[in-house]
C-alpha cells in the first residue's frame, strides 16, 4: 500500500517569497515541488491576460501539478501556488471566476497551506501588477482560504522565514 500524498500548498501576495520558500521547502523535505505555470505561461505573453489566459493557466497548473505528483517519491509535495490563485486574479481582474474553476476549488485541496505575511521588501518583476496591495490581498487571502475551510497558517519573517514554514509544516505533519 503506498503512502497518501500530502499536498503542502505556498500561498500568498506578490512579492512575498512562495518560490523561494517552495524550493527551500522542497529540498528540506527531500520531495518535489510545482512551480507556479503562470509564470511560465505569462513570460511569453504580449499583452494583458484575458478570462481565456486565467482559465489555460488554471489548466496548465493542474497538468503541471499532476504531472509531478507523477514523479513524486515521497508523501509530501510542495506546490508553489494553486489554482485558488487563478479565482483571486480573475475576481480582481474580471469580476468573475468560471464556474469550472470554482468546481475545481471544492474537489481539489490542499492538506495544508502556508500564507505568506506581506512582510518582504518588494522585488519588482515585470509579471507582478499589485505594488503597493499587498496587504489588500493578504486580506483576500485569509478570506478565501477561510471560504474554503482550510487548514493554514500565516508565515512571515525576513531572516527566518523558511524556518518559520518549517516549524509550521512540522507541526501539522505531527498533527495528521
Partial sequence: MTKELIK????GPESSGKST????LAKHYQ???????????CEKLDRDATLQDELNMFHGQLALEKAVESITEKNVLICDTTVLTVKIWCDELFK??????????KSHPYDFYILLKNDLPWQDDPLRNFKGRGDYFMNIWRKELKALNACYQEVGGLADRT??????????????
Avoid: M
Avoid at 468573475?96 to 476549488?105: G, N
Avoid at 524556518?163 to 495528521?176: G, V
Fill in 96 to 105: 468573475e471566476t468560471p464556474k469550472l474553476v470554482l468546481d475545481q476549488l
Fill in 31 to 41: 520531495t518535489q515541488w510545482v512551480p507556479e505555470y503562470s509564470r511560465f505561461y
Fill in 163 to 176: 524556518a518559520n514554514a518549517i516549524e509550521a509544516t512540522d507541526n501539522f505533519l505531527k498533527s495528521i
Fill in 8 to 11: 503542502i500548498a505556498v500561498v
Fill in 21 to 24: 520558500l517552495s524550493q527551500n
